[in-house]
């Protein structure tokens, strides 16, 4: 079992920036694929960002070139670094996480059998 946590969340302006934080307990990444879903007041829970065992990386088109996602160095920390932030950014930000394979999905919902509680984020106009 992997509980993961998440942290970081918290009230920005437009145009700032914001570091969350997943943290898992019960074993590290290793060998998984992380990804960031948000879900706003209203709309169904979207894709992010993932970042396979390997290293690469997907990214939604509306975060590419702001958002980045990354691995810490300890593998039980995955990291999504938000600049130039905007209104539209404001949601409910989850961790998930899932066993790395051929076959995964890594856009996809349904392909992460672990999913933290979430953490808030607003972005003020």
């Known amino acids: 079992q992997v509980q993961l946590v998440e942290s970081g969340g918290g009230l920005e302006q437009t145009g700032g920036s914001l570091r969350l934080s997943c943290a898992a307990s019960?074993?590290?990444?290793?060998?998984?694929?992380v990804a960031w879903f948000r879900q706003a007041p209203g709309k169904e829970r979207e894709f992010v960002a993932a970042?396979?065992?390997?290293?690469?990386?997907y990214y939604a088109d509306s975060v590419k070139g702001r958002f980045t996602i990354s691995r810490g160095n300890a593998e039980n920390t995955v990291y999504l670094q938000m600049n130039s932030l905007k209104p539209d950014d404001t949601a409910v930000y989850y961790c998930?996480?899932?066993?790395?394979?051929?076959?995964?999905?890594?856009?996809?919902?349904?392909?992460?059998?672990?999913w933290g509680q979430g953490t808030q984020v607003t972005v003020s106009s």
């Open positions: 970042i396979r065992w390997s290293g690469i990386t």
């Open positions: 019960g074993r590290t990444f290793s060998r998984y694929v």
């Open positions: 998930a996480a899932n066993p790395d394979s051929y076959y995964t999905a890594p856009l996809a919902r349904y392909s992460y059998d672990y």
